[in-house]
């Protein structure tokens, strides 16, 4: 069986599925609010370790179940997660996880290669197998919250570069699942602005007044984008004021959001590294909701 194994698992987030399960009901409980009650069709969600971001990916993929509570059952069938990520430059290849399976805590998910396929037939995309498929953190820290809430579901998974080609991926997986009477879901990961001098952007030097440069204009900039969802202005965003590591994820997942219907958006919730750490460099994070 070709797996694409776990190597951030007792890092980046925990490694046992007893752990796994106990942070994300802890999830469940914090932010702005308890989940979000509405018909999802996908969203935008950040990838640093649980202890930063967790809280804000987990409401996100768990509100796509469209409903409020924090049980894990749904009436719903969703046949497959679309995810979108991968750090890459305006000029890198594309490419998606052709079979197999992928690991977490909770099991494994299976890679839709009946979809993957027919995606690759309308789109030029890298193939890679499980066993060359990059180490993503963009990608598996989203896996146990998918697997967690959708233990049924298969698996898309695609990096997407920063280039006017992400929103053509989205429209394009789009059509080629309702060819197949695929019941989708959409999720794009991307973290904000990087700051600080660990990461070489310091245009507002350090201290508070950076960091609320940072929550309430470089990043409120790019959330605005996302949620206007307009892949041109992610994509310029993305590229120009460093606001977005993976504004291609963004952009397709603004793509397909719209080409299932979406006409809407809502913040589930922000925060940065900084809350939970200090420090001169510092991370946001945003978690978007389409409906």
Request: with cysteine.
């Amino acid at each position: 069986m070709d797996i694409k194994k776990m190597t951030l698992a007792g890092s980046w987030y925990p490694a046992g599925a007893k752990e796994c399960e106990s942070s994300i009901q802890g999830f469940l409980k914090e932010g702005q609010g308890s989940l979000q009650n509405g018909s999802f069709l996908g969203g935008i969600v950040p990838h640093a370790g649980w202890h930063y971001s967790g809280s804000i990916a987990c409401r996100v993929i768990a509100s796509l179940r469209s409903e409020e509570s924090s049980d894990k059952t749904s009436d719903e069938k969703i046949d497959t997660i679309i995810l979108f990520g991968a750090h890459m430059h305006k000029q890198s290849e594309p490419f998606i996880l052709t079979h197999g399976f992928v690991e977490t805590p909770f099991g494994d998910i299976e890679v839709d290669k009946d979809l993957t396929d027919k995606i690759c037939d309308g789109i030029s995309l890298r193939r890679r197998s499980p066993k060359k498929f990059p180490d993503e953190n963009t990608f598996e820290l989203q896996f146990p919250f998918i697997k967690y809430f959708y233990p049924d579901s298969k698996i898309v998974v695609c990096g997407v570069a920063p280039s006017f080609f992400a929103p053509v991926i989205g429209s394009t997986v789009v059509e080629e699942a309702k060819k197949m009477s695929r019941n989708i879901k959409i999720v794009g990961s991307t973290d904000m602005t990087h700051y600080g001098p660990d990461f070489g952007f310091t245009p507002e030097g350090t201290g508070e007044k950076a960091v609320q440069w940072v929550k309430n204009e470089n990043d409120r900039d790019a959330i605005k984008a996302m949620m206007e969802m307009d892949e041109s202005k992610i994509i310029a965003q993305g590229l120009e004021n460093k606001n977005m590591c993976c504004a291609g994820a963004a952009a397709a997942t603004a793509s397909a959001c719209k080409k299932l219907g979406a006409v809407k958006s809502i913040e589930l919730d922000y925060a940065t590294s900084f809350d939970k750490s200090g420090g001169e460099s510092f991370v946001g994070y945003s978690g978007i909701l389409y409906s």
